[in-house]
């Protein structure tokens, strides 16, 4: 399966900072990455749909002026989380899909904590 | 794409086969099941997949009824490195949109 890295593993930031989370695919172009976030206790939740050299597609209720996302480059995508609160503190996930039928294979994670 | 249905929790005995079911009873013709795991604190890790046949691989086996409307996960011998939330999710593959839409999955304990 495709080799997906995340840095840093984890960060520690004030209120009102913003955070920069990068992905990266090691073994594969990556035309499309995804994003997830993961409250403690609770599931995956997609954030977004990164596209190489396009906007992201955000889904329903993810702000997109907090949550920047760039696609610059088919081995790199990068989520900023702007302004960062308490309330976003969580573990971020990124994926790169991949494979015969369309396998996603996810990256390490990143824990953010807000104080 | 369609909805999946897990028990939430399972407990299975180490070296013992860990059958976890998964009912998907709104599935559609092209769309295939796919299973994910996630150990604690980590990203989830791809398991196995399939649309009709069951499928084996190195990891699990996947058996999908005839009718496509329910799969079982098999674990052959389960570790305790097996404990882990298991997800099953379908999807077309190769759609439109590729997205995975994680539900809650079951948790596997493997007891000593």
């Known amino acids: 399966g495709a080799v997906v890295s995340q840095h840093p593993s984890w960060v520690i930031c004030k209120s009102g900072t913003s955070v920069k989370i990068e992905c990266r695919s090691l073994d594969f172009q990556a035309t499309t990455m995804f994003w997830y976030r993961q409250f403690p206790k609770q599931s995956l939740m997609l954030m977004a749909t990164s596209n190489e050299g396009s906007k992201a597609t955000y889904e329903q209720g993810v702000e997109k002026d907090k949550f920047l996302i760039n696609h610059a480059s088919l081995t790199l995508s990068t989520l ?26 996810f990256g390490p994670g990143t824990r953010l904590t807000v104080l | 794409d369609a909805k999946t249905t897990q028990p939430p929790s399972m407990d299975c005995a180490e070296g ?31 398991i196995i997949h399939g649309l ?21 996960l098999i674990l052959p011998h ?35």
């Open chain 1, 80 to 105: 900023t989380v702007t302004s960062a609160h308490p309330e976003d503190s969580s573990f971020y996930i990124c994926s790169v899909d991949r494979g015969r039928d369309n396998e996603q294979f």
């Open chain 2, 78 to 112: 389960a570790t305790l490195r097996d404990t882990a939330v298991y997800y099953c999710i379908v999807r077309v593959a190769g759609g439109a949109t590729n997205k995975l839409i994680f539900g809650t999955g079951t948790l596997l304990a493997v007891q000593p």
């Open chain 2, 52 to 72: 009709k046949n069951n499928e084996t691989n190195e990891m699990a086996s996947l058996i999908i009824t005839e009718d496509r409307k329910s799969s079982t």
């Open chain 2, 16 to 46: 013992r086969a860990a059958n976890l079911p998964c009912n998907h009873s709104t599935i559609s013709g092209n769309e295939y099941v796919y299973w994910y795991r996630q150990i604690h604190s980590q990203g989830p890790q791809y």
